[in-house]
């Protein structure tokens, strides 16, 4: 009785987040009917916040002005540069603010700053847009997020995903598919429940008047991430807006592998603090958005949680072995082989533009990769911002 107890606890804490992360995604695999967008507006402002960009900036403004109208600004925030970004993005085209602060490093101190900037002009916009100094919006991408913040007066995130590249190696693959799986079908199944995208980092549109009151200035490593989650408690969630698109290319493997632990590292002590208590609001409140985004913290990166499910599995088969019942591990192995099931959906419906089947046999090797990550959680978590490495150098 003692053993099946024990292996029931052990399932339902396993069970709990499979269970939400198959939901959603098999919720948001089905394709989205695109509807057209109309013009952006007139005060529209494109804010980036740039350090150490100089390999990449300059194509990045001229890329941005290929799809902007003219009406739309550009403003580059060279935060604390040691190399000619300001230079090169001014030359490319861009409006160009430099921050110098060796204190206040990271990407919520350069984005208030130019907030700070906008503020104190002749004229404040109406959207403002946030990109990455490294980043790509598609054609049509402005218009769309634009159309889709003045229509609803909330935030607006585009797609993010890595650039497809089946030619790179599959651990890169891997990783830009696990972005497709969490950016796109977990975000669109969360929507289409009636909850909130999570906001990215990057292609993300604010109405003026949010983006003028937002508590930017932090030096969290997952300040997206947090501005989500408070803008949900204040009631402005965020749309999805399938009809935009930003894109970045590959890092090299060991920039991404630091890049995942900065990332990860935030999300799970994000996820770690705030969860529970916003499961608790939302169920206290009837907040829908704030209980779908909190079952949505619950659930770890993909690879981190096939390794928790494996691992909660063999100890359930080790304590069924000693005597517990069989149906806990009856029940966990359903809800494995059925978050694993959708996965491979997502692999088939969209999936194989990233990873290819190759790649794809190779997922176990993902997992031992991004094992330092977690055991680094654990050990000694990642705390400082840094620049990720970029293929440009």
């Not at 651990?171 to 199944?189: C, D, E, H, P, W």
């Amino acid at each position: 009785m003692v053993l099946s107890v024990l292996c029931w606890i052990l399932v339902v804490a396993a069970v709990t987040p499979l269970a939400i992360f198959t939901f959603e995604v098999a919720v948001g695999v089905p394709n989205s009917r695109r509807i057209m967008a109309g013009s952006a507006v007139a005060r529209t402002i494109v804010l980036i916040p740039a350090h150490d960009e100089a390999g990449g900036v300059a194509a990045t403004v001229a890329g941005l002005r290929a799809v902007a109208g003219s009406g739309v600004r550009i403003l580059v925030v060279a935060d604390n540069c040691s190399d000619d970004t300001a230079v090169l993005a001014r030359t490319a085209g861009a409006e160009v603010i430099e921050r110098n602060d060796a204190i206040a490093r990271g990407k919520g101190y350069a984005l208030a700053f130019g907030r700070d900037h906008i503020a104190n002009g002749e004229e404040t916009p109406d959207i403002v847009v946030v990109m990455d100094a490294d980043c790509r919006l598609a054609p049509g991408s402005i218009e769309a997020l634009a159309a889709a913040v003045t229509r609803s007066g909330q935030p607006a995130q585009a797609i993010n995903l890595i650039a497809p590249d089946r030619a790179a190696p599959p651990m890169t693959q891997i990783g830009g598919f696990a972005m497709v799986v969490k950016n796109l079908y977990r975000s669109r199944g969360m929507t289409r429940m009636g909850g909130s995208a999570l906001l990215t980092g990057t292609g993300m549109a604010f109405p003026w008047a949010l983006f003028a009151g937002a508590d930017l200035g932090s030096g969290s490593l997952v300040e997206d991430l947090g501005l989500g989650i408070a803008l949900v408690k204040a009631g402005h969630a965020t749309l999805l807006v399938e009809d935009a698109g930003v894109s970045s290319a590959p890092a090299p493997p060991d920039a991404a592998l630091a890049q995942r632990t900065r990332w990860e590292h935030g999300f799970l002590d994000t996820a770690r603090h705030t969860a529970l208590p916003l499961l608790w609001s939302g169920l206290r409140r009837g907040a829908a958005k704030e209980f779908l985004l909190a079952c949505h913290l619950l659930v770890p990166p993909l690879a981190l949680l096939m390794t928790v499910a494996a691992v909660v599995l063999a100890m359930v088969l080790a304590l069924t072995a000693l005597g517990a019942s069989a149906v806990p591990a009856i029940v966990l192995a359903a809800a494995l082989a059925a978050a694993l099931g959708v996965t491979f959906v997502a692999w088939l419906h969209g999936g194989r533009r990233w990873l290819s089947g190759a790649a794809l046999l190779k997922a176990p090797l993902y997992i031992l990769w991004k094992l330092p990550i977690y055991l680094g959680f654990l050990r000694r978590r990642e705390t400082e911002w840094r620049r990720t490495s970029r293929s440009d150098g």
